[in-house]
Each structure stands twice: as C-alpha cells, then as structure tokens.
C-alpha cells in the first residue's frame, strides 16, 4: 500500500484515534473535521481512500445524511474508495445511500482499530 493517501474527516469521533494505524498500513494521512472542509480539501487533491462517519439527520432541508454532497463529488472518482463508519441503528439509512452513492465498505459502532485494519488490508 506505499504511497497511498488516505483522507479521514472526523466530524464526531466515538471510535479510537486511528491516524497510527493508517500510517502503518503505509497511509499518507490527511485529517479533517468537518465536510465543509474535506471538500475544499478535494479540490486541491484526490486520495486513495476516504475515512468518513455517516449521520444520519432529519433536521437537513434536501438531504439526508452529511455524506450526501460528498457521495456527489465522489460519483465523479469512482477511483476513490469511501470507507464509511455508521451507528447500526441507521443502517437502513445507509443502504439507501449507497443505493445512490458509491461506498466501497461500512463498519458499525463500535468502530475498532481490527475491524479497520481488515478492510483497508482488503484494499
């Protein structure tokens, strides 16, 4: 995996501080805290995979989730793999998504350091 990049936008956490792992799985790691700023990061440049925590939220105007204009930009990548961590309890939820958006994998809660390192040793 040497010279791979890995965006992760941590927006609420609740899972461990996984930025040593992607760097030993041979990551360069960028991290960001919101969607507002992973997509001015996009911008600039494309990593090969992108961390990200679906939220699930009824209170958005024309949307569902704050993943849904990410999922838009990455229509446009299919090259980008998004590696999604999502409550279980909105798994419904996300399966609508990715009935419209690419996910390449989803991990519930709890989020562990194992359960990610075997998806991106996957990759």
């Given at each position: 995996?040497?010279g791979?990049?890995?965006?992760?936008?941590?927006?609420?956490?609740?899972?461990p501080?996984?930025?040593?792992?992607?760097?030993?799985?041979?990551?360069?790691?960028?991290?960001?805290?919101?969607?507002?700023?992973a997509?001015?990061?996009?911008?600039k440049q494309?990593?090969?995979?992108?961390?990200?925590?679906?939220?699930?939220?009824?209170?958005?105007?024309?949307?569902?989730?704050?993943?849904?204009?990410?999922g838009?930009i990455?229509q446009?990548?299919?090259?980008v793999k998004?590696?999604?961590?999502?409550?279980?309890?909105?798994?419904a939820?996300?399966?609508k998504?990715?009935?419209?958006?690419?996910v390449?994998?989803?991990?519930?809660?709890p989020?562990?350091?194992?359960k990610?390192?075997s998806v991106?040793r996957?990759?």
């Amino acid at each position: 995996m040497s010279g791979k990049r890995l965006l992760a936008i941590v927006e609420l956490g609740g899972y461990p501080n996984l930025i040593p792992l992607y760097q030993r799985l041979g990551f360069q790691v960028d991290w960001v805290t919101s969607q507002r700023k992973a997509r001015a990061w996009l911008k600039k440049q494309l990593p090969d995979v992108i961390v990200a925590e679906y939220n699930y939220q009824t209170d958005f105007r024309d949307r569902s989730s704050n993943l849904e204009t990410l999922g838009a930009i990455l229509q446009r990548h299919p090259q980008v793999k998004l590696l999604v961590f999502y409550p279980p309890q909105h798994e419904a939820y996300l399966e609508k998504f990715r009935q419209r958006f690419p996910v390449w994998q989803a991990i519930p809660f709890p989020v562990t350091e194992e359960k990610v390192e075997s998806v991106l040793r996957g990759l």
